[in-house]
């Protein structure tokens, strides 16, 4: 059974960092794209990052480029988000998603606040 | 970006009735390699998204028949035959044709 379970959220303040992290199981991690979703409160989904499988090749969303850094540890089965600078408009919940051609396989998400 | 755009936003209705829901997107979904990279997620209250149509009109593993998708090029629908408590929910269509990769606005299904 393919399973997600984010970390790491919480609340922070403008300008600060978090570090959210996504462990995998049930499948062969190496071997997927993955990828971080988020959706702000009330609010729909917005695709945030992509990675590829090896970790060489990574995408992201304009409002998160420069700020945001997504990495994986293949021997870890790990998912990472590296998130710098927070605004107040990052405040959402972040979902880990297993990224094929679409998201198959999605975590429970992690709630990230960004308040002073 | 590509837009897409979900109708209606809110969709009442009735236990073991019918329902339909839109995407539109604002440019073809149809890729260089002939497919079409439209798919469905149903978010039910308090959990997270879970995979129903991919591809437009592929159910995923587990889904009943009872959800079926259609459409081409920029126009897609969802339908929901015999809808049941646990279909009740947000629905978002989904473009992976091109990058970003963007959602719909979402649509609630809810009891009338």
């Known amino acids: 059974e393919v399973q997600l379970v984010e970390s790491g959220g919480g609340l922070v303040q403008p300008g600060r960092s978090l570090k959210l992290s996504c462990a995998a199981s049930?499948?062969?991690?190496?071997?997927?794209?993955m990828a971080w979703v988020c959706q702000a409160p009330t609010k729909g989904l917005e695709w945030v990052a992509s990675?590829?499988?090896?970790?060489?090749?990574?995408y992201y969303r304009d409002s998160v480029k420069g700020r945001f850094t997504i990495s994986r540890d293949n021997a870890k089965n790990t998912l990472y988000l590296q998130m710098d600078s927070l605004r107040s408009e990052d405040t959402a919940t972040y979902y880990c998603?297993?990224?094929?051609?679409?998201?198959?396989?999605w975590g429970q998400g992690v709630m990230v606040t960004v308040s002073s | 970006d590509v837009v897409m755009t979900q109708t209606p936003v809110s969709l009442p209705v009735s236990l073991g009735g019918q329902a339909s829901i839109s995407c539109r997107s604002s440019?073809?979904?149809?890729?260089?390699?002939?497919?079409?990279?439209l798919h469905w997620y149903l978010q039910k209250p308090g959990q997270s998204p879970q995979l129903l149509i991919y591809?437009?009109?592929n159910r995923f593993s587990g889904v009943p028949d009872r959800f079926s998708g259609s459409g081409s090029g920029t126009d897609f629908t969802l339908k929901i035959s015999r809808v049941e408590p646990e279909d009740l929910g947000d629905y978002y269509c989904?473009?992976?044709?091109?990058?970003?990769?963007?959602f719909g606005g979402g649509t609630k299904l809810e009891l009338k």
């Open positions: 998603a297993r990224h094929t051609t679409l998201f198959d396989y």
């Open positions: 049930g499948f062969t991690f190496s071997n997927y794209g």
């Open positions: 990675i590829s499988t090896g970790g060489g090749n990574t």
């Open positions: 989904l473009q992976s044709t091109h990058f970003p990769r963007t």
């Open positions: 440019q073809s979904l149809v890729h260089s390699n002939g497919n079409t990279y």
């Open positions: 591809r437009v009109s």
